[in-house]
């Protein structure tokens, strides 16, 4: 809690040298050096605001400072602590879910080969292969493949060339698709961030919370341990 409350602390420290220009009437008249060192604090903190988020409402930061200063500020430091980190966390979560949930169902209606499943991936059969064993597969299988992997942006991440590796190893929603398009086929497709590396990420391949991925995966063979 700590760390969280201390970033709060301090920005609230500085945003307190910005009440002088908070006047709706526009810029505080300018007499004293105290004044004109007050504006110049104001102005830088005013601009690290900007480049951190654009979407802040002024005349609420300017509320805020006013109501310190009179001693009526309508939430403690600890809730609103607890209100910052739940933004960070949770509401920006629910945002990306909400804008992932639009991109695949848009997508499935421009293409219509795409399917989603119960989970919410989405995908296409580009090839379809041996279907002998479908739906049986088991953590002891191993995969052989070729598969790119690539963000929403269409920015590569992994590029891999008849990689073999354990079914389990792959993340959820592959071994979803994997099973369903079966040894030799070859698949494209959408995981929501909440079936690939979730709110964590991966840090190792580079990918960051709340990321969608696309995979396109060309299955070179199936070895069934039994």
Known sequence: MRKTI?????????LSSMILSCNKGGSTLINRD????SYVVG?????????????????????????VYAGEAIMTMEEASTYYLAEKTYFVHEKAQAHQEQF?????????????????????????GDQSHQGSMS???TVKVIYTLTNEA?????DADTLRDSYRNF????????????????FNAWLPSKTAYGVEGNEKLGI???????????????????
């Open 43 to 67: 102005m830088n903190v005013a601009h690290s605001l900007r480049e951190m988020d654009t979407t802040l409402n002024v005349e609420a930061i300017c509320a805020a400072i006013r109501d």
């Open 34 to 37: 105290l004044d004109t060192m």
């Open 6 to 14: 201390i970033p709060i602390a301090v920005l609230a420290l500085f």
């Open 104 to 128: 695949l169902a848009d997508l499935a209606k421009r293409d219509r080969k795409y399917v989603r499943t119960r989970s919410g991936v989405t995908y296409k059969i580009l090839k379809l």
């Open 154 to 158: 269409g920015e590569k991440i992994v």
């Open 208 to 226: 960051g919370p709340n990321t969608m991925l696309n995979y396109d995966v060309q299955i070179l063979n199936i070895k069934y341990n039994r």
């Open 171 to 186: 993340v959820k929603g592959v071994q979803d698709v994997i099973k369903m398009a079966g040894d030799g086929g070859h």
């Open 139 to 141: 953590i002891r299988d």
